[in-house]
C-alpha cells in the first residue's frame, strides 16, 4: 500500500533533477555578468527553487514573495501580495521562479510590481506552464516543461494544501483519488 492514489506521473522525478540542472546553466550563461536576486513565488515553487538554487554557481540568496490568486482548481483573478512586496529590488535583476504559469496572472502582477519599484529586469523561471490557459500574455524566459491544460500535482505543487510532498510531477483525478481511498477503508 502507497501513501498516495496512483496517479499518472507526467514528470518524474529524476526528468525534474535532469531538466532544472539544465535550465541552471542557462540562466548562469545569461546573467552570470551580474548575478539575478532569486525571488520564489512560495509556496509551491519550493522544492523547485530550492534545485535551481543549489545548481546556479555563486551561491545566490533566496527571497521569498506570496502571491495568491487560487483556490481549488479554478482561478479567482485578483492577484494580492501578501509577503516580499518591499523587497529591495532597485537597480536588481530579479529572477521570479514559479512553480507553474498558468493564466499568467500571477507573473504578470509581480513583475509589473517589481518594475515599478525600480527592477532593472525581472525575468521568469518555471518548471511548468500551461500556455493553453493564458490570459495575460507573460515571457516565461527559462522554462522546464510546456504542459497541456491539466491539473498537476506535487513536487510543490498542491491542492489545497495536498500532494505537495509528492517527489514526481502527477496529474490530479478526482477518481483515481476516490478509488484509492475507498479501498483503504
Ligand atoms: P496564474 O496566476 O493563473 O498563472 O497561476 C499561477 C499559480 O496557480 C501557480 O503558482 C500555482 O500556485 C497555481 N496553479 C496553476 N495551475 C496549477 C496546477 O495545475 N496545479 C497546482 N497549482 C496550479
Not at 496512483?6 to 548562469?28: C, G, M
Not at 496572472?105 to 506552464?129: D, F
Not at 510546456?146 to 510531477?169: K, S, T
Amino acid at each position: 500500500m502507497t501513501a498516495f492514489p496512483p496517479f499518472r506521473v507526467l514528470f518524474p522525478n529524476d526528468q525534474i533533477l535532469r531538466r532544472t540542472q539544465e535550465l541552471a546553466r542557462q540562466i548562469h550563461a545569461a546573467t552570470s555578468g551580474e548575478p539575478p536576486m532569486l525571488v520564489m513565488v512560495i509556496e509551491g515553487a519550493r522544492p523547485f527553487a530550492r534545485l535551481l538554487q543549489k545548481f546556479v554557481p555563486g551561491n545566490l540568496p533566496m527571497h521569498e514573495v506570496r502571491a495568491s490568486s487560487y483556490s481549488g482548481t479554478q482561478s479567482s483573478g485578483a492577484v494580492r501580495i501578501t509577503t516580499g512586496a518591499d523587497l529591495p529590488v532597485r537597480g536588481r535583476h530579479v529572477l521570479l521562479i514559479e512553480d507553474i504559469v498558468d493564466t499568467g496572472r500571477t507573473i504578470h502582477a509581480l513583475q509589473q510590481h517589481y518594475r515599478a519599484a525600480g527592477a532593472r529586469t525581472c525575468r521568469v523561471a518555471s518548471l511548468l506552464s500551461k500556455p493553453d490557459r493564458r490570459v495575460v500574455t507573460v515571457e516565461v524566459d527559462f522554462l522546464g516543461f510546456q504542459i497541456p491544460d491539466e491539473f498537476v500535482i506535487g513536487f510543490g505543487m498542491d491542492l489545497d494544501g495536498r500532494y505537495r510532498e509528492l517527489a514526481d510531477v502527477v496529474v490530479y483525478d478526482a477518481e483515481v483519488e476516490r478509488a484509492f481511498v475507498a479501498a483503504a477503508r
